[in-house]
């Protein structure tokens, strides 16, 4: 028996499925579906609506249902309550 590690049988692959990119809060770019021959190019409205929903998503799954839901929400309502230009 020799003292060589052997390989885990279940060796992590990296799959790509969408890359967004959120550029401004006018322009957001992305790829989807890149794993069929190169994938779709999405930008504008759509882009931006992919990535806030994976967003939204990602926070729900992070904080869990119910805080993820508040701090959603509460964004929301800081995005109302701010100024929109800076005065000083």
């Excluded at 967004?20 to 770019?29: A, D």
Aim: proline share 3%; charged share 20%; net charge positive.
């Amino acid at each position: 028996m020799s003292g060589a590690a052997q390989a885990p049988d279940n060796v992590y692959v990296y799959k790509d499925l969408r890359s967004l990119v959120n550029l401004s809060k006018f322009h957001t770019v992305g790829n989807l579906f890149s794993f069929v021959g190169g994938g779709v190019m999405v930008e504008g409205r759509i882009a931006r609506f992919t990535y806030l929903s994976l967003y939204r998503r990602h926070l729900i799954e992070l904080y869990g249902p119910v805080r993820g839901v508040l701090m959603i929400l509460l964004k929301s309502l800081h995005r109302v309550i701010r100024p929109h230009l800076k005065l000083h």
